[in-house]
């Protein structure tokens, strides 16, 4: 098996690369593709050197499966390339995600529906995969019916650039500004661009595609995103409306025994999620579990993740693992 990363040098690509070989992914060969820029230099892969090539050259390659993370235009340009030679392409941006042919997939959540046939799988935007991690086991056994998040995004989730003016800032130096204002020692309450109807593109992401990846019209979500100087992970404070009046102890319950899922729940002795712990790690964290004092059905909770692993990374590997699993 010949597998291909896209865009390997950008920070999910690097986290692509570490995951794939700590995990020991069946493959006899990697490709690390990246822009013009970056032909023929060198980069890691685990105790290995491998050298960036070009995306027509790893097509060329002809690889059963290419890991996308290079950007919508690369994606809508080079998926359909890919996958007419034959590979199966996981892509992470939001090119494909609601293009309704096209499966928008957390193996833990909606992993059943992929099929070996299967050419392009959508990974889900990162904020998305902690929301419906957490979202799913309580929606079969109480019913969902409203969701108001709030997230807390790391500056992580914008690339090298935005760590880069987050620290020159703190050094009190110049750097390219790819935010509107300073972000150190400040909240941005807006994360890509505006739409028609006030909300960013961020915001409505996390409405539609988790009503997608739940398979449940009915599930209604209402967003805030903010971006924050943070560089461990993003956080989500979420209040969710149910069916029926739940009960915390057996949320708590369901939640511990969900696959990808720690509870951290000790208020009295300080024991809460936070992007601090969840750096460098695939699970998806949940805490702060509590009934709404204003609404008898209805909860709130604190759900924090590692964006560059589980939160686009982990998961894709993870679609790749398991469309080997149906291939063989």
């Known amino acids: 098996m010949i597998v291909a990363i896209v865009g390997a040098t950008g920070m999910v690509g690097q986290e692509m690369r570490r995951i794939l070989y700590d995990r020991s992914f069946p493959a006899r060969e990697f490709l690390m593709v990246g822009s013009e820029n970056s032909i023929g230099k060198k980069i890691d892969f685990g105790e290995q050197q491998l050298t960036v090539i070009s995306i027509q050259h790893a097509l060329n390659r002809k690889p059963d499966i290419a890991l996308f993370s290079a950007g919508g235009d690369v994606s809508l340009e080079w998926a359909p390339k890919f996958a007419a030679a034959g590979a199966t392409v996981i892509d992470n941006s939001s090119a494909w995600r609601m293009d309704p042919s096209v499966k928008l997939i957390v193996p833990e959540v909606n992993g059943h529906l992929l099929t070996k046939d299967d050419r392009i799988i959508a990974n889900p935007n990162c904020s998305t ?30 690339g ?34 505006f739409l028609d109807n006030d909300y960013t593109k961020e915001e409505m992401k996390l409405t539609h595609e988790t009503v997608k990846i739940m398979g449940d019209s009915s599930v209604r979500v209402s967003a805030t995103a903010v971006r924050v100087p943070v560089t461990g992970g993003h956080s989500e404070s979420v209040n969710i409306e149910f069916e029926e009046i739940p009960d ?3 949320i708590r319950q369901i939640l511990t025994s969900s696959a990808g899922l720690e509870v951290l729940d000790s208020p009295s002795d300080k024991v809460y999620p936070m992007p601090f712990y969840s750096k460098n790690k695939d699970e998806v964290f949940v805490g702060r579990i509590r009934l709404d004092h204003s609404n008898p059905k209805a909860v709130n909770l604190f759900i924090v993740a590692d964006n560059l692993r589980k939160g686009a990374a982990t998961n894709a590997v993870q679609i790749a693992e398991s469309m080997i699993r149906l291939m063989k």
């Open 129 to 158: 995969i902690q929301l419906v991690m957490v979202l799913e086991p309580l929606h079969r056994r109480y019913g969902i019916r409203r969701v108001i998040v709030s997230t807390y995004q790391s500056i992580t989730g914008t």
């Open 160 to 193: 090298y650039k935005a760590v880069e003016q987050m620290e020159a800032e703190r050094k009190g130096e110049e750097s390219v500004k790819v935010y509107p204002y300073q972000i150190d020692l400040n909240l941005i309450p807006q994360c890509d661009v």
């Open 248 to 250: 915390v102890s057996e």
